[in-house]
């Protein structure tokens, strides 16, 4: 993100009413997500194909007509779809229930239950996980008063599983020190499209590369060579041989728009068939609710496009850029006159706790963070300002202003947003080094604070 800016007034846990039509995306919307179409015009690949008869356009239309049909005049009743973070702490699952009547707010919805020996929660003789719902958004997919709700997951007990981040972020930012300084966070989630039968990148040659994304010349003319290195022609291009899957980007940025999420831009990443989209500003534990139901979203409409989604941080080897999910962060403090001495101060503070914060940036992140490809090294922390290859980036506005925000360019695009804004807030705000750990990490990372 370029800049953070004021968050939304709305706060998106709660439904608010809006004159917006309530219209789903309907099936029509996803003709051109797809590289092919056979001769009857079905999307190839799509689930309506099992319905191949001679009949097969009226069967295909029948079955649009009744998804994209709006109850809303015929019934009170609502679909809320229940989501959860899955055994892997990346995979996320769901499962539809009616609810009698239109809700606000998720304490109205019910508790939940399911089978967490089927997701690696729970083991096969005791297996009964219970979903607490905690956030709502409209659905995008359905219409209409029907909902989409972020839960988390806990023992029949009442005790957090392990893969339930959320639980001890709602901690943390219930904490009063962390109410005080409002933490805001813009999260940029990178992701990749990869065509679903090799799994390789969409618009990549099967088996083989599209033309490099960075071009390196020389100038060999000067008595000392000048080495000129140009970024390709992927980053935010426009063009068939440059940019796949834009359909796929558009229809997700509008379905989070439709759904209450506060998704703030997209673009095209430096690796083609990969993207990116920005979330927040959001405050606390928003932020962490809005990405994993953005994640959703996304799932479901690669989904329905025949294109697989991959989080992974570095999904293809070689000169190819990784995906992270950069976290810009500020707190009440940073924002006001003198604040950027508070970022040089919670700058030291990430220095001193690099390990434990890796540990928990995202599975594989040891594969992108080599020091190439706009990273810093796993091993190594630093700063900068305006410095891409840093482990901290501060914007030039903030250098200039006195104030502002920072960026953390070490999450990975896997990582779990609940845990990266927590660990933020606890490191920047919570967490106090002794005098001694200070002044040795300010003269190392050439910090004056």
Same mark, same amino acid.
């Given at each position: ?21 309530s ?33 097969e ?21 609502? +679909?809320a779809?229940?989501?959860?973070? $899955? /055994?892997?702490? &990346?995979? @996320?699952?769901?499962? !539809?229930? %009616?609810?009698?009547k ?25 297996s ?7 956030? +709502? ?5 359905? $219409? /209409?008063?029907? &909902?989409? @709700?972020?839960?988390? !997951?806990? %023992? ?37 499209l ?11 040659? @099967?088996g ?60 095209g ?5 990969q ?60 924002r ?18 690099h390990?434990?914060?890796i ?45 502002g ?13 609940y ?22 990490a ?6 004056n604070?």
């Open positions: 993100m370029a800049q953070i800016l004021a968050p939304t007034s709305q706060w998106q846990m709660r439904i608010t009413k809006s004159s917006i039509p219209s789903p995306m309907t099936g029509k919307m996803w003709s051109s997500l797809v590289l092919k179409q056979n001769k009857k015009g079905a999307i190839k690949g799509s689930k309506f194909r099992v319905f191949a008869s001679k009949y356009d009226y069967t295909i239309n029948r079955v649009e007509d009744l998804l994209n049909l709006d109850i809303t005049p015929y019934t009170d009743k609502i +679909i779809e229940y989501i959860w973070i $899955g /055994g892997s702490g &990346i995979d @996320v699952r769901s499962k !539809s229930r %009616t609810i009698s239109p809700v606000e707010h998720p304490s109205e919805l019910p508790k939940w239950n399911y089978d967490g020996s089927s997701t690696g929660q729970a083991p096969g003789d005791d009964e996980v219970i979903l607490y719902p905690q956030a +709502i958004f409209k659905d995008p997919f359905r $219409g /209409g008063n029907n &909902i989409l @709700v972020i839960c988390d !997951s806990y %023992t029949p007990q009442g005790d957090p599983i392990p893969t339930n981040k959320r639980h001890k972020a709602a901690q943390v930012f219930s904490n009063q020190k962390v109410i005080d300084e409002v933490p805001w966070y813009g999260i940029e989630q990178e992701y990749t990869l065509q679903s039968s090799v799994k390789w990148p969409l618009g990549w040659p @099967v083989g590369y599209p033309g490099p994304q960075v071009v390196i010349l020389f100038n060999v003319m000067p008595v000392q060579p000048t080495m000129f290195v140009f970024i390709g022609p992927y980053y935010c291009g426009a063009g068939a041989d440059k940019s796949f899957g834009r359909d796929i980007s558009d229809a997700h940025y509008k379905a989070c728009l439709y759904a209450g999420i506060n998704i703030s831009g997209t673009n990443e430096v690796m083609p068939g993207w990116e989209y920005q979330v927040g500003p959001s405050v606390g534990i928003e932020a962490g609710d809005h990405i994993w139901a953005s994640r959703y979203i996304l799932e479901r409409i690669t989904e329905q496009a025949g294109v697989v989604l991959s989080l992974d941080p570095k999904p293809i080897e070689g000169d190819w850029n990784g995906a992270g999910c950069h976290t810009n962060y500020s707190t009440k403090s940073m006001e006159e003198g604040g950027f001495e508070v970022i040089k101060k919670a700058i030291l503070n990430l220095s001193l706790r390990k434990e914060h540990s928990a940036y995202g599975e594989g992140n040891e594969r992108r963070l080599t020091g190439l490809h706009e990273t810093q090294n796993i091993n190594k922390f630093s700063w900068g300002v305006a410095n891409r290859g840093a482990s901290i980036r501060v914007g030039r506005d903030t250098e200039k202003e006195g104030k925000y920072l960026e953390d360019r070490r999450p990975a695009s896997n990582m779990d947003p845990t990266v804004t927590t660990l933020l807030a606890e490191t920047t705000i919570l967490w106090e080094p002794t005098l001694e750990a200070e002044a040795l300010a003269q190392k990372i050439a910090l604070v």
